[in-house]
């Protein structure tokens, strides 16, 4: 039975390509062989290099989905796969690199449009964790990885860092907007970010999500409150009969984008606080609102 390549990758059949390139990305430099040593490293980096490649593509994604992994092998003494014609999705490369046999195929026959999970070729992550060239055409040199680890408002606002690289103690700049597993050139070498996650903040691209509680009579009858962003406090008018799971769009107070201008939004969702213990007049005033409002079908 064909493994499963959500199931490699620890992704759901419904995630987005940004889940699945993450989830890509987290799990190959977990296995690559210069980091894990177990016996079963190598074939955990092939099995997740080959389950990234084919749901990565939304193309190969459906047919994966349709055929499972029979639809990209060809079938015994035919050479047909399931589409009838051969490998549908354009020309294909193989060979060896190192204790590594690879297959390479390219979404349209020249490569273009293909999405490699941030590296800019499928083998870039070689010249990254292992040094020398990218198996298709030139040689790359080698350049030294390392990795540094920042908290959440340093990679979303940017950071100087003191760091000690070979003996030399020099400092480098986070630029802001920097993701998870985001990799930086400076000088003849590579950093690796990692981010702490926020305890207030969940981040989705260039977007921030947050959660803000607020009172059963605030729902009901309205109000402004101050909700924390990454650039400080900001009033959000709270509309009369607002309903739990209700989400407020902030604009411009997201994530500023590394790579050009602008910023993502902010998005609140609100919870609503039902209290617990009563005095007898709010109880009182309760049953006065559920008895006035018994004639109406909702209050809402």
Do not use: C
């Not at 760091?163 to 700049?173: A, D, S, W, Y």
């Not at 009172?215 to 009858?221: G, I, N, R, T």
């Not at 924390?228 to 997201?254: C, N, S, Y």
């Amino acid at each position: 039975m064909d493994k499963d390549y959500y199931k490699i990758l620890g992704v759901g059949k419904t995630a987005t390509q940004d889940e699945i390139k993450r989830a890509y990305r987290k799990l190959a430099v977990q296995f690559h062989p210069d980091k894990n040593k177990t016996k079963d490293g190598e074939q955990r980096f092939k099995e997740v290099s080959k389950a990234y490649e084919a749901l990565s593509d939304p193309q190969k994604r459906q047919a994966y989905d349709q055929f499972g992994a029979a639809a990209f092998e060809q079938g015994a003494g035919g050479g047909q796969g399931p589409f009838g014609g051969g490998n549908p999705f354009g020309g294909a490369q193989g060979g060896q690199y190192g204790p590594f046999t690879y297959t390479y195929t390219s979404g349209g026959g020249n490569g273009e449009g293909a999405d490699f999970g941030g590296f800019s070729d499928p083998f870039e992550i070689f010249a990254q964790f292992f040094g020398g060239g990218s198996p298709f055409g030139a040689q790359r040199q080698k350049r030294p990885t390392y990795s540094i680890t920042i908290d959440f408002i340093e990679a979303v606002k940017g950071v100087e860092k003191q760091v000690r690289i070979e003996g030399k103690t020099q400092k480098i700049k986070i630029p802001a907007g920097v993701d998870d597993g985001s990799r930086i050139r400076f000088g003849n070498y590579d950093v690796v970010v990692d981010v702490r996650p926020s305890a207030k903040f969940q981040r989705q691209g260039q977007d921030i999500v947050s959660e803000k509680e607020i009172s059963f009579s605030q729902a009901v009858l309205g109000d402004v409150i101050e909700v924390e962003t990454i650039d400080g406090l900001v009033k959000l008018r709270i509309p009369t009969g607002t309903q739990p799971e209700t989400v407020f769009r902030l604009a411009q107070k997201g994530v500023p984008n590394p790579r050009g201008s602008g910023k993502g939004s902010h998005y609140v969702r609100i919870k609503i606080s039902i209290p617990k213990n009563l005095t007898h007049q709010q109880k009182e005033l309760l049953k006065e609102f559920d008895k006035e409002g018994s004639s109406k079908k909702s209050w809402f």
